[in-house]
């Protein structure tokens, strides 16, 4: 157990020491110096990890106000990788109920994927595996019955080095890759007239003021680069395009969400906050020929052409207040058109790399073509 005032806050026992009054059998998961912590009872999330163990910088950003709390449209705990299931909206949304209009006041996140626990069914030292079932109507008033599973296991630095396709010379990491499950438990095939769900990850980060998330995209893929204007149109001043790389600030001040096609995506993101030396990159699955899911909160789109990978910068609402602040990277898997006892996956990986701006940038030009220096003075 740890033990009330012994760390610091911002560190990785703070948090463990907050989050272990909620969730006693808290999983954790370690590589040497390299931590991990996930949550059974709080959905499968990995909530946090840490380079250095307990005097670690916290990796994760958790709204420690949520707890003991209960929201009717989504129980934002947190966490560095939490597993949702989509649409979001349109036509076959998971989050409205049947002819209801597509409103905050009407928005409600499924509770197998906002507040109920799942089962875990195998665990180590380095990995655990979890699973939930669940029915879920959608808003065309198909009931979709699920079994959702995550595997999440803790790498080595050798292992990261190996899928990064680098020499991590110099730096502390902490790296995890996760394997993302649905199958049809129902009595029959997901379609284009039924509806299917998509798998969806959401890596939320503590943001500093000169954090900024860098996205490669396909230079010569048709049609625009990215969707902008979730909510509402981002300012020019907060999102930049360089030699195939999308940059989008992400300080926590102004709320906006991007997506980024199947066709122009990669299966790559990353982030760097300039401040604390901290690399992120996220690695996925990507099909640029698959069908990909309309999350948007109307029926004018088309249902079944969206995006793959998704950025969010938290901010103030209209009435000031602010969940966050924090920021997101995103993945999300095709839709799963497929029939009872079939099964979808999603891979989508984690790594945090801390050390001397050399260093992270070595790692940023072999990994994803471009400098530090284009990443921090673009925006």
């Known amino acids: 157990m740890y033990k009330e005032d012994t760390f610091i806050e911002g560190s990785f026992g703070y948090d463990m020491d907050f989050l272990e009054k909620w969730d006693s059998n808290l999983i954790i998961l370690k590589s040497e110096n390299a931590t991990v912590a996930i949550s059974g009872k709080y959905q499968a999330k990995v909530f946090t990890s840490s380079v250095s163990g307990d005097e670690g910088r916290s990796m994760g950003w958790i709204n420690y106000d949520a707890f003991g709390k209960t929201n009717p449209h989504m129980n934002a705990y947190g966490g560095e990788s939490r597993f949702w299931l989509g649409p979001e909206g349109n036509a076959f949304s998971l989050f409205f109920k049947p002819g209801d209009e597509m409103t905050f006041e009407n928005w409600k996140t499924p509770p197998p ?86 798998i969806w990850i959401l890596d939320m980060f503590p943001p500093s003021e000169e954090t900024t998330i860098f996205i490669p995209y396909k230079e010569d893929g048709a049609g625009p680069v990215a969707t902008t204007d979730y909510f509402g149109e981002i300012s020019a001043d907060r999102i930049g395009y360089d030699k195939g790389i999308l940059l989008f600030k992400a300080d926590g001040k102004s709320r906006g969400k991007l997506g980024i096609p199947p066709n122009r995506a990669t299966p790559m993101a990353g982030s760097y906050d300039a401040i604390n030396n901290v690399l992120t990159i996220t ?29 969010y910068n938290d901010g103030p609402l209209e009435d000031g207040s602010q969940m966050g602040p924090f920021y997101e990277l995103e993945s999300v898997s095709p839709a799963a058109f497929i029939k009872p006892n079939e099964s979808l996956s999603h891979d989508h990986a984690v790594f945090h790399l801390t050390g001397k701006r050399e260093n992270l940038g070595q790692i940023i030009e072999e990994v994803f073509g471009t400098t530090i220096d284009r990443i921090t003075n673009f925006l």
């Open 113 to 198: 994927i906002d507040s109920e626990g799942w089962n875990v069914t195998e665990e180590s030292e380095t990995s655990v595996a979890l699973e939930r079932t669940m029915e879920i109507e959608n808003y065309a008033g198909h009931t979709l019955n699920i079994r959702a599973q995550r595997e999440i296991k803790i790498l080595t630095a050798q292992q990261m080095e190996e899928l990064l396709g680098v020499q991590a010379k110099g730096v502390k990491s902490v790296g995890y890759k996760t394997k993302n499950t649905i199958t049809n438990i129902g009595d029959y095939e997901w379609t284009k007239e039924t509806g299917a769900p998509c």
């Open 283 to 311: 690695l996925f699955d990507v099909d640029s020929d698959a069908t990909y899911l309309n999350q948007e909160w109307n029926m004018e789109g088309d249902p079944f052409w969206g995006d793959a990978v998704n950025a």
